[in-house]
């Protein structure tokens, strides 16, 4: 077996997303496939569109054998804490080969010497970072110019500064080097490859092509019919999608957990600094601000500053609604072993893998979650807890016009997918 890894959201999953499955495949020769997927909620601090099992449904119906939860502590995270929860898992099963990312650069070696030396830091860029800094620069370009001082004193890649601070802003690029930086630190025998991204960027919400990027399809499914975008996504998830607004659930927004968010501030007035990220008085201006607005967009934008960007934000305020409390991340954010794995979907390969991992790793593989009582670890109840919390939050709202069918906590009583 040569098991392909691929750390994903899949929001929805859409037609860049099956051109990455596709050619990750040839150009690991894998015969299998394994996707760690965020749950209910996503790194940007949003909530996902639709449910982890439906997209873990969709990714499987396009081609991934196997689709595992990450844990949310991490799903909901910066690019380092999200990056290393994904490298642990996938290396804690002790039988994945590979990992295949989508960046800007498309160039491996380029993210592998950044990443190898942001992990080894030699001396001389020590000092020349140390330089830059004391001259007032934001960290940043001060690290990207002593990067590139560092790379070209020793001749080892050619490049301009301009476009390796341009790498380094780039998001997919920032991921796959904190993937990589991962490996490196688990001193993981799992071999990186990247391939570039193609059309739209991460963020842009232009619908002008059969690929264009999830935040674009997310945007348009709010404001259009599905079937003004069906070019942009395979059937299978077009047909997903179509089931899910014909039962009667709505598709999910960050918006819609604006109350709950709201209600959770102004209850915990005086605790908001337990959260993780809520600090620096940042907890005087979220609560001040939540007077002053009537939804999320302009709760936001009442904190942006120049010191907290839109995503930081995003997250922060995520870590509230969710209750992730700063010691929690610390307990787990260096973590190595994964203590278990969370089964979403899977079909024959699926169960094909599924068996590798029994025979290979320790771990513990859940699949019903009546097992879970059995398990006494301070670290696997930590994690595990948020992920029950945080499907329940979510169902908060997808369930909102249709509570009746919430006969008890979805994560309790939902059994992974099986896709023949």
Sequence with gaps: MNLLGLIVEYNPFHNGHLYHLNESKKITNATHTIAVMSGNFMQRGTPALLDKFTRAEMAVRNGVDLVVELPTLYACQSAEIFAHGGISLLNSLNCVNSICFGSEIGDIDILYLISKILIDEPIDFKIKLKDYLDKGLPFPKARASAL???????????????????????????????????????????????????????????????????????????????????????????????????????????????????????????????????????????????????????????????????????????????????????????????????????????CEILKEIKKNSEIEVITKFSKIKYINSNIFNTLINYDIKATNMYNLIYYKDNFDMLKAPLDYITSPKYIK
């Design 148 to 350: 590139f001082y560092y790379i070209t004193e020793n001749k080892l890649y050619d490049t301009s500064e301009e476009d390796l601070l341009n790498m380094l802003n780039s998001p997919n690029n920032i991921l796959g080097i904190e993937y990589i930086k991962s490996i490196l630190k688990l001193n993981s025998k799992i071999k990186p490859y990247t391939i570039n991204r193609i059309n739209s960027g991460y963020n842009s919400l232009n619908v002008n092509d059969s690929i264009c990027s999830a935040s674009a399809i997310r945007n348009a499914l709010k404001n259009n019919s599905l079937n003004t975008i069906n070019y942009t996504m395979p059937k299978d998830t077009y047909d997903i999608i179509n089931r899910v607004i014909e039962s009667g659930f709505n598709l999910v927004y960050n918006e819609d957990f604006y109350q709950i968010l709201s209600s959770i501030i102004i209850r915990d007035k005086d605790n908001l600094t337990d959260y993780f990220e809520v600090n620096e008085g940042i907890e005087n201006k979220i609560y001040n601000s939540i007077f002053k607005c009537h939804n999320i967009e302009t709760l936001q934008n009442e904190i942006k500053s120049k010191r907290y960007t839109m995503t930081k934000i995003s997250r922060t305020l995520n870590n509230i609604m969710l209750g992730i409390k700063g010691v929690d991340i610390l307990k787990t954010k260096d973590l190595t072993n994964i203590p278990y794995v969370r089964v979403l979907a899977f079909n024959e390969k699926g």
